[in-house]
């Protein structure tokens, strides 16, 4: 089936049920996407799972998209072993009662990610039964993936483009934010920026410290310098084979 027909056929396993059928991007990887509303969430997931057509037998996925004042999106991906397509099914649940029916009995592989979506985003899976910790500490509050969480890196230095404690408003643009550990410009090191580098006004920093200069001792003139010895039977060497060529003649002689 393409994947238009894929969701052509959950709509009309749903109906009466408003369900949208559309189809995602991806070219040669698109999938048959249906939004249900939450009432219809579980109900879509076991159409699409014991019907012939679809059998979607395999729980690939599940997680959620804070979409603001619009509400939380909770996504679940389903796919067919033997007839080899995927169906994305989607919801959407206001933030005032963020929760959706769990599909843990029909699919015992969405338990993770039931528990994974209620501790980041805060959204309910009634029927979940057991929606403890996953990632985090138990102490922690809030939900880390809802737009609004802040973060407490934000809190200590505001972003996009902040200008470093102490700087004026009125000058220089954006600079870079150095990595944890990194000294600040001019604490280290001889070798000055390139202009341009690291933003006006600098000065001079990067390049390992300068390394102290060690004192050579002076090198002696030639004629101070030792004549090395050379080993005996060497053909430079007087005592060995100038002697054996002398005792040779006289030998012929």
């Known amino acids: 089936m393409t994947p238009e027909e894929v969701g052509q056929r959950l709509v009309a396993l749903l109906a009466p049920v408003e369900a949208i059928a559309s189809v995602s991007g991806g070219q040669a990887y698109a999938r048959a996407t249906v939004d249900v509303p939450p009432a219809s969430w579980r109900d879509a997931l076991a159409a699409a799972r014991d019907d012939a057509d679809l059998a979607c037998d395999f729980f690939d996925w599940l997680s959620a998209v804070d979409q603001l004042a619009d509400g939380c999106e909770v996504v679940a991906h389903l796919w067919s072993t033997g007839h080899r397509h995927g169906l994305l099914l989607r919801t959407r649940v206001p933030w005032d ?67 470093e404690p102490g700087e004026s408003e009125a000058g220089g643009g954006r600079r870079p934010v150095r990595p944890p550990g990194v000294p600040a410009p001019g604490e280290w090191g001889t070798t000055p920026t390139p202009a341009g580098a690291a933003g006006a006004g600098e000065g001079p920093r990067g390049g390992p410290p300068a390394r102290p200069a060690r004192e050579r001792p002076a090198r002696p003139a030639p004629a101070e310098r030792p004549t090395t010895a050379e080993p005996p039977g060497h053909p430079g060497s007087g005592s060995g084979a100038a002697g054996d060529d002398a005792g040779g003649n006289g030998g012929t002689a």
């Open 97 to 163: 009662e963020p929760q959706v029916a769990s599909v843990v009995d029909l699919y015992p592989g969405a338990a993770w990610h039931e528990r994974e979506t209620y501790e980041m985003f805060g959204v309910d899976f009634p029927g979940h039964g057991e929606l403890r910790p996953l990632l985090l500490p138990p102490e922690f509050e809030g939900h880390p993936l809802r737009k609004e969480f802040v973060l407490a890196s934000r809190v200590a230095k505001p972003w996009p483009g902040a200008k």
